[in-house]
C-alpha cells in the first residue's frame, strides 16, 4: 500500500465529488476503497503532520490540473507548446509532493517519482526547497489552538505562498508550521477525509 498513490487518489476523488453533479455507482465504490485505505494505512499509526501540510499541498496541485485540463478540452484543436509544457510543469511538482509524502515512511523507494523539474515555473517554492526543513525550526511562534481554524489557516496561506510568491507569504507559512504542531489521534481520522474539501473550497473561494 503506497501512501503517496492513496493521499493522490483520495485528493483526486474529493474534486471529482465537488465538480461532477452525477456520482457513477463505480466512483462511488472507489472512492469508498481509497477512505477505507486511507483508514487501514493509519489505524494505530500516529498521523505525522507532514502528511496534513502534503495532503493539502496534493490538493491544491491536483485542483490546478483538474481546472488546467477542463481549459485544454475546450481549447483541444488549438494546443500549444506553451501548454504541453505547462502540463509538464504542473504534474512535476505534484510528483515531487508525492515523493515527500513517500519519504516520511522511507528514505529510499520505488515509488518515488523521476520526474520533478518544475523548469521555469513560479510559485510552490518553499515546499520545494530540498535546502531548508521548514518542521524543525522552532524560535518563532504563530499559534491557533482551534484545529478548525489551524487547518483552514493552513491551506489559506499555503495558497497565499503558491499565489503570491513573495518573502512575507513565505514568512508567514513558515511562522503558522514551526508555531503550530497540528496533532490528530487515530480516532480522529476522518479529518483526513474532510480536509481535502477544505483545500477545494478555500481555492474555489480565492478564484472567486
Known amino acids: 500500500m503506497i501512501i503517496s498513490e492513496i493521499l493522490d487518489k483520495l485528493s483526486i476523488n474529493s474534486i471529482y465529488l465537488v465538480k461532477k453533479k452525477n456520482i457513477p455507482p463505480l466512483k462511488i465504490q472507489e472512492i469508498n476503497l ?13 498521523i505525522d503532520q507532514r502528511y ?37 510543469q504542473l504534474n512535476s511538482i505534484r510528483n515531487q509532493i508525492k515523493n515527500k509524502i513517500q519519504s516520511i515512511e522511507e528514505k529510499k523507494n520505488k515509488a518515488f517519482k523521476t520526474n520533478i523539474d518544475k523548469e521555469d515555473l ?6 520545494l526547497n530540498n535546502k531548508k526543513n521548514i518542521f524543525l525550526s522552532k524560535k518563532i511562534k504563530f499559534k491557533i489552538d482551534n484545529l478548525g481554524e489551524t487547518l483552514d489557516a493552513l491551506t489559506i496561506l499555503q495558497l497565499k505562498e503558491i499565489k503570491f510568491q513573495n518573502k512575507s507569504s513565505k514568512l508567514n507559512l513558515h511562522k503558522f508550521i514551526n508555531g ?5 489521534k487515530d480516532k480522529q481520522k476522518e479529518i483526513l477525509i474532510l480536509l481535502p474539501f477544505l483545500a477545494i473550497i478555500n481555492n474555489f473561494v480565492w478564484n472567486l
Open 34 to 46: 481509497i477512505k477505507k485505505n486511507t483508514f487501514k494505512f493509519f489505524k494505530r499509526k500516529k
Open 52 to 88: 496534513i501540510y502534503y495532503l493539502c499541498l496534493l490538493t491544491l496541485i491536483n485542483y490546478s490540473i483538474w481546472d488546467y485540463k477542463e481549459k485544454m478540452f475546450l481549447k483541444k484543436k488549438n494546443i500549444s507548446k506553451k501548454n504541453l509544457k505547462l502540463s509538464h
Open 180 to 184: 503550530n504542531q497540528i496533532s490528530i
Open 122 to 127: 513560479k510559485g510552490w517554492d518553499l515546499i
